[in-house]
């Protein structure tokens, strides 16, 4: 399957955590693949670069200084950020500009079960669980040997399925944001 064959399903397993201003999408997504396998793509840039929204100038397993560029767009935003905490295979947690994220792996069946917290701004809150939604789509099939072009930023937006999908999370999220 080619990414522009590739139309996203019904918003499912995302919810927004709010306190007060800051604002946290939660999502939580079962995966096909063994945790160390699954961390891999989360951590090493060869993997990243199949899937994810920024590409990152060394891995993410490891505490410390990295530079996440946005993806899919014509001039990458640079953004320096910082590895807190890389606990192989359970826990990663990073800053992608002024945004902070933390992935939870645990055995699930076969698989696992894999939850984001990314605290993002409200106003974009749909927006990010949508592009969170594709991302993981992408990435669970590549981890299959099913791979698709990784489909992030102005390419996500010009999805059939696009505009029903934010549409879905801003309605479970209760229409708070767009």
């Known amino acids: 399957m ?3 064959e590739y139309e996203p399903g019904p918003a499912a397993g995302a919810e927004v955590w709010k306190d007060g201003e800051r604002w946290t999408l939660v999502l939580v997504r079962d995966l096909r693949h063994p945790p160390a396998r699954v961390w891999e793509a989360l951590t090493e840039p060869a993997h990243l670069v199949e899937w994810a929204p920024f590409d990152a100038d060394r891995s ?3 505490a410390g200084p990295v530079t996440l560029s946005t993806a899919g767009v014509p001039t990458p935003q640079l953004s320096a950020s910082t590895v807190r905490r890389a606990e192989a295979p359970r826990v990663l ?12 792996l645990e055995p699930h069946g076969a698989g696992t079960r894999l939850t984001l917290w990314h605290a993002i701004d409200r106003r974009f809150v749909s927006w990010g669980a949508a592009g969170w939604h594709v991302c993981l ?3 669970d099939r590549s981890l299959a ?3 698709i072009a990784r489909i992030v930023g102005p390419e996500a937006m010009k999805l059939a399925g696009w505009q029903r999908l934010v549409g879905e999370y801003a309605a479970q999220f209760g229409g ?3």
């Open 145 to 147: 040997g099913e791979p």
């Open 93 to 104: 947690e990073y800053t992608w500009g002024d945004n902070e994220l933390r992935w939870e």
């Open 137 to 139: 789509d992408v990435l």
């Open 60 to 62: 993410l397993a490891a």
């Open 176 to 178: 708070e944001s767009a």
């Open 2 to 4: 080619s990414g522009r």
